[in-house]
Every structure is written in structure tokens, then in C-alpha cells.
């Protein structure tokens, strides 16, 4: 992945974080005060409305006090209190009183709770209300919610009872207010809230509002439950499908605190959700405009940082590739620019060094090429000067010997010469190494022909055996190579593993590939090298041993870096050697 992409990845989710973050703190922000204030309001009508419920239950209350104190009512209560009273003149007297008093319930009752007039139900007369004859202190008792009975259902009233005293018989008085929808849309609802009311009685449980029964009441079936159960305030928040909900319900006990009714304040969390909806709208606009800035920004970053890194690079590479003079070319004068000028300086101190390195090493080998000259040239001309010497003394010393001393003296001159020439013909063999002519070479079968090149060196008579090993991948495959320089490379590297073990012991070659490289290994049980050992190794001219001019190895190393390959070498004294060849599969 280039650095461009990654600036743009990063560029681009820092703004998407940073967006998310933002609409995530600002949206819960949001909700947690609208659901304060949504708290606060539904508080505030659930007090406003038990006010309500207290104001009308005074009202109720006086009403029904200065009805019973009314010099007819009092009349009414002596007529009705004589042992042959007729009630028959006074069953539609309950209407009349009621409008005048602004009641929407009121019923007259005998001492012995046979209702006398009935305002909401004239037919009621001659039934009995037992209740309201039970031995209470109406006077102190104040208004409380009751199930009335109506001609067509049974309706939730707030009602007082007060008690007309005749003597010893009583003539009490029940009025009160309805709780139906009129009531709740009387009530100061702020805009987004309502009250609904349900009616815990038979015939017919039901749920209402301010404009009549309520659709889906069903969903609210759990928080009404849950009220029926406990008899205290609950809340829940329905999702309905305009929109969700939250509703407080209070219950709404009568005089023997039974449920007759729940109250539920309704608060609706549409404007919230819609808030939410916009919040997270503005969020992922953001967030795609971010993600354009972030190209932007990547687009220009990648002006002002990478384009001056891939420059640099480009150089690094030239350097890499051999070209030491390359220079980066830059104008800024910021720490890109500081590291161009480095650059630069540093190639230019390769250079030179690379120079005084090249004339001192080129100093050190001829120095190293004439020390190993005259080592390898003085042991063969020391024997020609002595032939020489003899056959002088031959000739002027004993004439009749010369024949035979010079025939002597032949032989040694010819077989030293002949030394000569295979000396000079190794180094100038190392010298005029030809570049390798690269055909398709199989790994395991040229491994397996070198091998069987030493099978007679192996199991030789006179020496202690060596045991051969092979270890060939299937899949080391071809390479690209030059079969006459790789198979000497190998042979090389074999003899020398046959000469690090004189006692015997195990030759070991294997074959991999790896990353598309192949791999040769060839391993043996002798003495080993030390570290400087190992780092001479394949200098020209050093040699471990007593008998070889040194050039083994350095040939080996020579072939290899030809076939744009790597040969290394692993050794601990006593612990044997591996050397390593990486070749690729084609140069």
C-alpha cells in the first residue's frame, strides 16, 4: 500500500471518527435533555393534573355542601323523614338541582339508601345505594373518584356525599363531576403531550382520550398491567407507528382504594427522534465530507511529502544498482529537504571512499598476487637451479657422466616445467573467468552427477569412508545457469568438504526453493572454521590448507555472484561447516 493511500485511509478516518464521535456526544447530549425535559413536563402534568383533581374535588365538595345547606334541600330532607313520606313529588327534583348547582351527577338518597331523584339516570328511582347509608362521617370525608351508572355505560365521576339531618333519618346528597374525554381535553396540555384515561370497570374496560377511544391500546396493555398489580405510578415508552412515546401512568383509587381508573400522561418523542435523525444526517454529511477532504488533504500531502520520499527512493535505488554518482534534487529547505542534502553528501562520500577502497584494494591484491607468485614459483625453481648446477659440474668435472646426468637432469627440468605451467594455467584461469552462458539447468540431477563424480573418493582404499547424503526438493526445479561453472562450483565445494574430514564422516546436500529462489546446501562433519576463518574465506588466495593455491572458493564466489546469487558459509571448530548457495531462477 503506497504512503498516498495511507494518508488518505488516515486522513479519511479521523474525520469519520471525529465525525462519529461528535454526532454520537451531541446525539446522546440531545437526548438526555430532551428526556430531562420530557421528565420535567410529564412531572409537571401529573401535578398539574392531580391539582386539577383537588380543585374539582373542592368544587365538587362546596357545591354539594351548599346544596345540602339550601333551605329546599332542608325542606325536602323533613318532608321525607315522616313515616308516611311520599317520595313520588320529588323524583325529577335531582335534574332540576343539578343544572342549577353545575353538577353533572346528583342523586338524592333516603336515610335507608332508596334512591330518592336521580339527575344521570331518572329511572333509577325506588333502587338502592346501601353504601352511601353506611355508617361514615360524610362531613369530614372529602371528594373521591367513583363508577357511576349511566343508561348506556358506567362512567368515572368525582363525587362527594354530604347528609341532610331531619331528626334522626338522614337525606343525603351525592354529586359530582364526570372524568370523560371533556374532562381531559379541559386540561392545559403542552404542545407534543395528552392524557388518556382507562376505565378499570365492567361492562367494558376501556381507554380513552380527548378526541374518544384510543386506536392500538393494546401495545399499552403491559404499563396498565403493571399499575392494576402494584397500585403505584409507572412508566414505559411505546413505539407507535408515527412515532415513539413515553407514558406516565398514575392510578386512581376509590373509597375503598380500588382501582377504578389510570391516568396516563402521554409524551411524545417524535421531535427527539426526528432531532436524532437529523443529528445523524449532518453526521454522515460531515463524515463524506471528510472523507473528500481527506483526499484533498492526501492529495496535497502527497505533493508537499511523498513525491520529495519517492524521489528520495529513486535515488536510494540508483545507488543500489550500482550507480554511485546519483543525486537528488531538491528545493525545500524543511527536514525533507535536510534529509535530500544528506543524502546527497553521503553519496558523494561513498564515492570517494569507494575509490580510495578500490586503489587500496587493488594495491593489496597485487601485493597478495605477487606473494602468491613467488610462493608457488619458488618451490618448482629451486629444483631447476639445482639441475642446472649439476649438469655444469657434470661437464666440466666428469665429461664421461654428462650424458647420463643430463638425461637425469631432463626428466626433473621437464616435470618442474610442467609444474610451472599448471600453476600459471590456474591463475590464469581465475583471471580469464568467461561470463556464464545461461541455459535451462536442472538443480537435483546436477547435484546427483557431482555426487556420483566422488563415489570413488567416498569409499577409497587407504582413507576412512564418507558417507554421502542427498536431499533433493521436489520442487527445487530449473534454474537459469551455466551448467560447466556451476557444476565446477559444486565440485569445488565438495572436494573441500572431502579434505575437511580426513577421519571420515558424513556429506551432506540438500535442495529447496524458497520465496522463488532456489537453494543449495552443502554440509560437512569436519573440523569446522573459526569466525576470521569463515570471513576469509573466499578472499583470493587464502587458503586453510597446506597443498591448493587458494583459488577454490574465491572461483566458487565468482560464479555465483555471475548468476546474480549469494553463497554463505556457517562453521564452529569441531562442529563441522554448511555452505550455502541462493541462486535466483533467472539471473
Not at 358506567?154 to 333519618?169: E, H
Not at 402494584?230 to 382501582?259: C, F, I, S, Y
Not at 525533507?336 to 569507494?354: D, K, P, W
Not at 546446501?521 to 593455491?549: A, M, N, V, W
Request: net charge negative; hydrophobic share 45%.
Amino acid at each position: 500500500m503506497s504512503f498516498r493511500t495511507r494518508l488518505l485511509i488516515s486522513f479519511s478516518v479521523a474525520v469519520i471518527l471525529t465525525a462519529g464521535l461528535v454526532t454520537l456526544i451531541v446525539s446522546s447530549a440531545t437526548r438526555r435533555a430532551f428526556e430531562q425535559r420530557d421528565n420535567q413536563r410529564t412531572a409537571a402534568l401529573v401535578a398539574l393534573f392531580r391539582r386539577e383533581v383537588a380543585r374539582r374535588g373542592d368544587e365538587v365538595v362546596q357545591r354539594v355542601e351548599g346544596l345540602a345547606a339550601a333551605e329546599g334541600t332542608l325542606r325536602m330532607a323533613i318532608d321525607l323523614s315522616r313515616t308516611d313520606a311520599d317520595a313520588a313529588p320529588y323524583v325529577n327534583e335531582a335534574g332540576a338541582l343539578a343544572a342549577a348547582h353545575g353538577l353533572d351527577l346528583l342523586e338524592l338518597i333516603s336515610y335507608d339508601g332508596t334512591i330518592v331523584s336521580s339527575a344521570e339516570w331518572p329511572a333509577r328511582f325506588g333502587y338502592k345505594a346501601e353504601w352511601v347509608a353506611q355508617p361514615v362521617d360524610w362531613k369530614s370525608q372529602g371528594a373521591f373518584f367513583e363508577a357511576v351508572e349511566l343508561p348506556d355505560e358506567t362512567a368515572l365521576a368525582l363525587v362527594a356525599v354530604r347528609a341532610v339531618s331531619a331528626g334522626d333519618r338522614n337525606l343525603y346528597v351525592v354529586g359530582g363531576y364526570r372524568l370523560d374525554r371533556q374532562f381531559l381535553a379541559a386540561l392545559p396540555l403542552p404542545a407534543g403531550m395528552r392524557a388518556l384515561l382507562y376505565r378499570n370497570f365492567p361492562p367494558a374496560q376501556t381507554l380513552t382520550d380527548a378526541n374518544g377511544p384510543v386506536a392500538s391500546a393494546a401495545a399499552l396493555d403491559e404499563l396498565i398491567g403493571n399499575v392494576r398489580a402494584h397500585l403505584r405510578d409507572a412508566a414505559q415508552t411505546v413505539d407507535w407507528p408515527d412515532g415513539p412515546e413515553t407514558l406516565q401512568a398514575m392510578p386512581l383509587l376509590g373509597r375503598e382504594k380500588n382501582l377504578l381508573g389510570v391516568l396516563l400522561v402521554g409524551s411524545s418523542r417524535r421531535d427527539l427522534a426526528a432531532l436524532v435523525r437529523e443529528i445523524r444526517r449532518t453526521g454522515a454529511l460531515a463524515a463524506f465530507a471528510g472523507i473528500l477532504l481527506g483526499a484533498a488533504l492526501s492529495f496535497w500531502a502527497a505533493r508537499r511529502i511523498t513525491l520529495p520520499v519517492e524521489r528520495l527512493a529513486a535515488g536510494a535505488r540508483e545507488v543500489a544498482s550500482g550507480n554511485w554518482n546519483a543525486r537528488v534534487e531538491m528545493a525545500s529547505r524543511d527536514e525533507i529537504g535536510e534529509l535530500a542534502r544528506a543524502f546527497n553528501s553521503m553519496t558523494l562520500q561513498l564515492v570517494e571512499q569507494r575509490d580510495r577502497l578500490v586503489q587500496t584494494e587493488r594495491v593489496a591484491a597485487w601485493r597478495e598476487l605477487a606473494r602468491r607468485l613467488a610462493h608457488e614459483l619458488k618451490n618448482p625453481l629451486f629444483p631447476l637451479q639445482i639441475t642446472i648446477e649439476n649438469l655444469q659440474r657434470a661437464k666440466e668435472q666428469a665429461p664421461e657422466q654428462f650424458d647420463e646426468v643430463f638425461r637425469e637432469g631432463s626428466e626433473t627440468l621437464l616435470a618442474e616445467l610442467a609444474d610451472l605451467k599448471k600453476i600459471v594455467g590456474r591463475f590464469s584461469d581465475f583471471a580469464k573467468m568467461p561470463p556464464p552462458q545461461l541455459e535451462r539447468v536442472d538443480v537435483n540431477e546436477m547435484v546427483r552427477q557431482t555426487m556420483r563424480l566422488f563415489e570413488a573418493q567416498f569409499q577409497g582404499e587407504g582413507r576412512p569412508p564418507i558417507v554421502a547424503q542427498i536431499d533433493c526438493a521436489e520442487d527445487a526445479g530449473f534454474v537459469e545457469a551455466d551448467p560447466e561453472q556451476l557444476g565446477r562450483a559444486l565440485q569445488n565445494l565438495a572436494l573441500n568438504a572431502i579434505d575437511a574430514m580426513p577421519t571420515g564422516g558424513t556429506l551432506r546436500i540438500r535442495t529447496a526453493r524458497r520465496d522463488g529462489r532456489v537453494e543449495l546446501e552443502i554440509s560437512d562433519t569436519g573440523q569446522g572454521l573459526t569466525k576470521e576463518e569463515c570471513e576469509r574465506l573466499f578472499t583470493p588466495y587464502y587458503t586453510t590448507k597446506q597443498h591448493g593455491t587458494g583459488l577454490g572458493l574465491a572461483i566458487v564466489q565468482s560464479v555465483v555472484a555471475d548468476h546474480k546469487g549469494k553463497i554463505s558459509v556457517e562453521s564452529e571448530p569441531g562442529r563441522g561447516a554448511t555452505f550455502r548457495i541462493e541462486l535466483p531462477e533467472k539471473p
